[in-house]
Structure formats: structure tokens, C-alpha cells
């Protein structure tokens, strides 16, 4: 049976998580396209910042490499909103948020901001509290810090300094990697905010598309056990599956 185009790319991602290097005119031999198809969907993968153009292929982005967020916000857009509402439906009345910089944690500000009720989020991130700022009955605390253009977002010592003065009922958390060995980020600032947003937290969820199953970066933020549960738009493959069951985590699908 021919793939479709949503199957073929991943096809294609799953191959770079086993080798560093694909050729276009073996991928296009492997699914019985064209080697224009499969030019498309490489070209379409990159524009995603999801893999690096090469000479006649595409390669792996490096581990410590990632897109910035303008990329990522462009990219999954319909996946994204899915799983902003599937998490949206875990927040009650009232509650207090912490909510993380990225490109699906600001879906979910947008989310909240329609249908949110006398909540008090947290944020490092100016896309959420820009997302959240039409929200009649949302108190906004925005974080202090040093300034990323490319993160839309505040990081360092002072940003971590001022989320240890507060608790939350629950924190929301993005992720360049969901894998069995824990929830990952190229970005080491990053990966430290979300972990004070843990430990201020009584519950942790991470908000992550299948793009980023079984992808390993350059730091692990934490283990799956640290985790609450996971919001993501399909079931994830059995290995990774197993291992968040094993972990306790529960898994949200959004429909």
C-alpha cells in the first residue's frame, strides 16, 4: 500500500533517527515515489527545522541544534492546537499555571485565553503572555530575566530565582524530545526553567507532537517519572509507550 505524504515524512524521520545521512533516490526506490516527491518532503522537513538539506539527501539535525520559534510555531499547527485543547480540558477554575516558553505551550495560551477562568499563570514566555493577554479573567506574572530573541522568552538566573518565590497547581511544559530515557531540549537555560517549574509545581505535564517521539538532544531535563502525565495528538510507538506506563505517566491523546 502507498504512504501518504504525513507517512512518508515520518518514514523519513524515523530513518535519520537510525542513520545519520538518507538519499533521496533511495528513500524514493524504499516508498515507490518519485525522487521529486521525496525532494518535496525533504524540502518541506526543513523548512520545518526538522532536518538539514544535503547534496542529493537530507541529514539529522544535530543534537544541539534547534529551530527557533518562529520555525517551530509554523510547523504542526493543526497537531498543536489539538493538544492545546486536550490540556486546557486538565486546568480547573481558579487555578495557579506555570506555563513554559514554546511553540505548543503558546497554542495553549491561546486556548486559555478563550476559555479560561480566574486563573494565574506564570510564564518566562512573551508569546504566552501576549496569547493570555486577551483573557478578561487571567492574572498574567511574567518572569525577569535575560531576553532570547530566538526563544521569544526570558532565561537565567534571575528568571530562576524569581519562579522559587512561587507555587502552582500545575505546570505546562514543551519539549524538543519525548524518549524513554526522559523528556529532552537543545536549549540547557530552557531545560532549567522547566525543572524549577517541576519542583514548584504539584503536577508537571509535557505538551509534545509525534515529531518529537523518540528524539534524544542535548539535555535531558528530567526522567519520564518526574512527569504527571503527557498531552500529545497520537499514541506514541509501543517502546516508548511501555516506558511511560512503566514511569506512571499518564497519557492524554488529544482526539
Not at 116 to 131: E, F, I, M, P
Not at 173 to 193: C, E, F, I, K, Y
Request: glycine share 8%.
Amino acid at each position: 500500500m502507498r504512504l501518504s505524504k504525513t507517512q512518508r515524512r515520518e518514514r523519513i524521520l524515523s530513518e535519520l533517527r537510525l542513520a545519520p545521512l538518507v538519499r533521496i533516490s533511495d528513500l524514493a526506490e524504499r516508498f515507490g515515489v518519485s525522487t521529486e516527491t521525496i525532494r518535496r518532503d525533504v524540502d518541506a522537513l526543513s523548512s520545518q527545522g526538522l532536518v538539514d538539506r544535503t547534496f542529493g539527501g537530507a541529514s539529522a539535525r544535530p543534537m544541539g541544534v534547534q529551530p527557533t520559534f518562529g520555525e517551530r510555531d509554523r510547523a504542526y499547527i493543526a497537531e498543536r492546537e489539538r493538544i492545546a485543547d486536550r490540556a486546557a480540558a486538565l486546568i480547573q477554575p481558579g487555578e495557579v499555571l506555570m506555563i513554559d516558553a514554546g511553540s505548543t505551550t503558546t497554542q495553549l495560551a491561546r486556548r486559555l485565553a478563550v476559555d479560561g477562568q480566574d486563573l494565574t499563570v506564570l510564564t518566562n514566555s512573551y508569546s504566552v503572555a501576549t496569547a493570555l493577554s486577551s483573557g478578561a479573567s487571567i492574572r498574567i506574572v511574567l518572569c525577569p530575566g535575560d531576553y532570547v530573541h530566538r526563544e521569544a522568552g526570558v532565561y537565567g538566573a534571575e528568571t530562576l530565582e524569581f519562579l522559587r518565590r512561587f507555587r502552582a497547581n500545575k505546570a505546562f511544559l514543551g519539549a524538543g524530545g519525548l524518549a524513554a530515557d526522559g523528556v529532552m531540549d537543545v536549549n540547557t537555560a530552557a531545560s532549567w526553567v522547566k525543572r524549577v517549574m517541576m519542583q514548584q509545581s504539584d503536577q508537571s505535564f509535557v505538551l509534545v507532537d509525534h515529531s518529537k517521539f523518540d528524539v534524544r538532544l542535548l539535555s535531558v531535563v528530567a526522567p519520564l517519572r518526574s512527569f504527571h502525565g503527557v498531552v500529545i495528538d497520537r499514541a506514541p510507538p509501543q517502546g516508548l509507550r511501555e516506558a511511560l506506563t512503566e514511569a506512571g505517566v499518564a497519557i492524554h491523546i488529544a482526539d
